[in-house]
């Protein structure tokens, strides 16, 4: 655990010198909390004003405060006391651009900064990209509308930090963004604990994006979102998002719940993911992904439970770029407990997870490489997972005597139900070496068509303790097709 050690000593050091900091009450600088005063300018001059001074915090007390984009600098830290809240403008125009972002927070290549209280940080992101939308229809802002929204750099998160170093953001509420919610870009000692995230009021509302960062904890936080909760994401080729911390944090979204490698240009290594819980979620609990030529490599996940999520674990391997394929190893899933609904697990939150997939059965948990680039050495311990069963064989569209008619769809979007219908119910697992089983779970309420488990192209796998429970049937939990080594150890 020598990542928490030292995320920790961090966290103590910087907790120590914002002890140390001169507050500055936001009032001096002519801020208003009126709620109708845009203080844009204001708030930036009292920030200028504490970086050139030796550091401090600018305090936000009780009120409303109304602003358009703001610059975070060197060594000054947001206070923001309970009952302050931050409110950004529903005029788009009072928005700046930075990297193709839009955001009411940056902090650019700066370091010793933070955002902390137990005070509310409100994007307004709804009406703001609303009034973002009736801008572009009278020619005033150029953007193709894609989906009939605007393009999400458009739109502003409530933060966008690029090239930080040492960051705190405690204890507050994030909430109503335009966009992702906050995106932590290339920076390095990376401190968000105890927060609470509310992102689902509009589109691609995240609750945190890591962007090749190093040395990051998630902590002790609370993430609703529309968009994936928990994201980690690799922009850039020359950078590795690396040694991040997750722990303790409870995730609810209309995508997938702990999330890494939709975008996957350099790579992932090093992240632990311990004691989580992911409930009311459409796609995936946890979704790790290298489909753009970066790579996924030692991770750990421990203590993990997802209730009523639509699916528990989706690793897999792709090439959306040609001759740019990923790879994955080295991976770890223990101490899970998982209860897979049969009906829709985001029903009734303010952006579900798209209807155009359904009607269909209920997917597996996957792990899926590519023919000649397996996912390796991946170990499953102490993990049960509930099914409701009960699936529909008008909707089968591969048998297991046809497994070779289930299309690669390398280039495609990574999400769990990406190959449609499978002939799996527990898990589907295919183009992979070194799969190890160990005190495994599965049962399904209803009796089911599938079969509990489905191997292509498995090398090298070891089932000991499987215990596959499904009612009325007594086939064989295992099919194994074009693989070696399978070990089936019966208790």
């Known amino acids: 655990m020598r990542i928490v050690k030292g995320l ?13 900091a001169k507050d500055y009450n936001a009032s001096m600088f002519g801020v208003k909390s009126n709620g109708t005063t845009l203080n844009t300018n204001s708030i930036q001059k009292g920030i200028d004003y504490i970086s050139a001074n ?82 572009i229809h009278k020619g005033i802002i150029t953007d193709p509308l894609k989906y009939d929204r605007p393009g ?98 409870t995730v609810r979204t209309s995508a997938s719940g702990i999330k890494f490698g939709t975008a996957s240009y350099g790579g992932f290594r090093n ?11 459409y796609r995936s609990a946890i979704t790790f992904a290298a489909v753009d030529g970066g790579f996924v490599e030692d991770v750990l996940v421990d203590s993990l439970r997802s209730i009523n999520t639509g699916n528990v674990i989706f690793l897999r391997i792709g090439e959306r770029r040609a001759g ?24 009734g939150y303010n952006y579900e997870g798209p209807v155009e997939d359904l009607p269909r059965n209920i997917s597996p948990a996957s792990i899926v490489g590519m023919p000649d680039v397996p996912v390796e050495n991946v170990t499953l311990k102490n993990i049960e997972i509930r099914y409701p069963g009960g699936g529909n064989a008008e909707y089968a569209e591969v048998g297991l005597n046809e497994l070779d008619k289930v299309p690669e769809m390398a280039a495609s979007y990574p999400e769990f139900s990406m190959f449609k219908e499978l002939p799996a119910w527990g898990f589907y697992i295919r183009h992979a070496k070194g799969i190890k089983f160990e005190n495994v779970i599965l049962s399904a309420s209803k009796k089911d068509y599938r079969t509990a488990v489905v191997l292509d192209d498995v090398h090298g796998v070891t089932f000991n303790s499987l215990k596959v429970t499904e009612p009325g049937v007594k086939k064989e939990p295992v099919f194994s097709y074009k693989s070696t080594d399978v070990i089936l150890v019966k208790q």
């Open 8 to 20: 920790l000593c961090v966290l103590l050091l910087m907790v120590s010198v914002l002890l140390e």
């Open 54 to 135: 030796g550091g401090g915090r600018l305090v936000f007390y009780v009120g409303r405060y109304l602003t358009g984009t703001i610059y975070l600098k060197s060594n000054v830290t947001i206070q923001l006391e309970e009952g302050a809240i931050l409110v950004g403008s529903v005029n788009p125009l009072d928005y700046e651009q930075n990297f193709n972002w839009t955001a009411l927070i940056f902090a650019l290549d700066q370091q010793n900064i933070g955002i902390t209280g137990k005070g509310v940080i409100d994007g307004q992101g709804f009406t703001v990209a609303n009034n973002l939308v009736d801008l």
């Open 152 to 249: 999400e750099g458009k739109r502003p998160q409530n933060i966008y930090f690029r090239g930080c170093r040492n960051i705190v953001i405690r204890g507050i509420m994030l909430k109503d963004p335009g966009s992702w919610n906050q995106q932590y870009d290339q920076c390095k000692n990376v401190v968000i604990d105890g927060i609470t995230v509310d992102s689902k009021s509009y589109w691609n509302n995240d609750g945190i994006d890591i962007v090749d960062c190093d040395s990051v904890s998630v902590t002790n936080s609370y993430f609703d979102a529309a968009d994936d909760g928990i994201c980690l994401k690799s922009h850039s080729p020359d950078f590795v998002c690396q040694n991040v911390y997750i722990h303790n944090n």
């Open 271 to 281: 992240i632990k993911i311990i004691n989580n819980l992911v409930f009311d979620t």
């Open 324 to 347: 740019k394929k990923g790879r994955m190893n080295n991976i770890t899933i223990s101490n899970v407990y998982a209860e897979v609904p049969a009906t829709k697990p985001d029903a």
